[in-house]
């Protein structure tokens, strides 16, 4: 089983609609968890970290359920600059900050 | 800073022959990551560093690849012999890690542009 796991998508949905995403993390040991953006052949970029309590961004909303070893990212209100690919990470402090990613989530907004 | 450097941007090169990948960290950085990335495997981690030593390579996949970090401030991936199968966009990454981390830590890792690789 990976450490890190995502639906790959795509995810295809108009304008305005709101998306979610989702991602499973295998070890419960101490961590630290993020979401990224990956645009089309470039570098991934910090989209945003995920706080226990849940955070929230503009239109971004990351949760986290450590029972369930569960984060989610939330976009309302999609745009068509919001397309790109959405990387779940998680470090691993017990393992000397060893950095996973998931594969990743490919979203498309369409007018 | 100009942020994490990699050289080359594009590689070709034959089946067979040496490939050296470089890495330039952020200064004051203490971590640094190779990736590779392909559409198949996603993003694969293959070797971290903390303080210039080698923590874990259990990623690297096989005895063909191997890295070093000799100082603070640059770092090789080196594939050899290279084969087709190793075509993909190799990216560095570098983090500050904190000396006792505890809970989540607000620690961001920056990633160099990547280094294309193609072996024909």
């Known amino acids: 089983r990976k450490e890190v796991e995502q639906d790959p998508g795509p995810f295809n949905v108009p304008e305005g609609a709101t998306v979610a995403f989702n991602c499973t993390y295998s070890n419960s040991a101490s961590q630290s968890f993020f979401w990224y953006r990956q645009d089309c052949r470039k570098e991934p970029k910090l989209l945003m970290s995920v706080y226990s309590s849940g955070n929230e961004d503009g239109r971004f909303t990351a949760q986290l359920n450590r029972a369930s070893q569960y984060i989610s990212l939330l976009i309302r209100d999609s745009k068509l600059s919001d397309s790109a690919t959405y990387l779940c990470?998680?470090?691993?402090?017990?393992?000397?900050?060893?950095?996973?990613f998931g594969q990743g989530t490919e979203l498309s907004v369409k007018p | 800073d100009a942020g994490v450097i990699q050289s080359p941007r594009h590689e070709v090169t034959e089946m067979g022959q040496e490939v050296t990948l470089r890495c330039k960290p952020i200064?004051?950085?203490?971590?640094l990551f190779w990736y590779r990335q392909t559409m198949m495997r996603g993003l694969e981690l293959l070797i971290y560093?903390?303080?210039?030593?080698?923590?874990?390579d259990s990623g690297m996949p096989e005895d063909r690849f191997s890295a070093k970090m000799p100082n603070a401030s640059f770092s090789t991936l080196k594939i050899q012999p290279s084969e087709p199968r190793d075509s993909a966009v190799y990216f560095c990454a570098s983090t500050l890690r904190p000396r006792f981390p505890v809970g989540h830590m607000n620690t961001e890792a920056f990633f160099g542009q990547g280094t294309r690789l193609t072996v024909v």
């Open positions: 560093f903390n303080n210039n030593v080698p923590i874990d």
């Open positions: 200064s004051g950085h203490n971590s």
């Open positions: 990470v998680v470090t691993f402090w017990n393992q000397g900050g060893k950095l996973i």
